[in-house]
């Protein structure tokens, strides 16, 4: 009866151990997926950012160069340009 109740202990400690592992496997699973999408684009994108960094920004529509002031504008306001940059004739 001794021997039946060492295994049994044994046979406790190995599933808590499996149990541990597929724990901490699962959990770095979602972590690496969850830090994965951080990359990816999101649902609310609506295309490629045509602006630069530089002196001239530029209206994507028509290509009018921009002023300093209505660049700052159409960046400070990403739920209407969503990024991009507009002149003052393309804001409406």
């Not at 295994?7 to 959990?27: C, D, G």
């Not at 490629?48 to 529509?61: A, M, Q």
């Amino acid at each position: 009866m001794n021997n039946n109740f060492a295994n049994f202990i044994a046979l406790v400690k190995f599933f808590s151990v499996l149990m541990l592992i597929i724990i901490v496997v699962v959990t770095t699973r979602r972590l690496l997926d969850s830090l994965s999408s951080l990359d990816s684009p999101t649902s609310k994108w609506k295309g490629p950012i045509k602006h630069k960094c530089s002196d001239f920004p530029e209206c994507v529509l028509c290509g009018r160069k921009l002023t300093i002031g209505i660049r700052d504008f159409c960046l400070n306001h990403p739920e209407r340009f969503h990024g991009n940059l507009y002149c003052m004739e393309h804001q409406n």
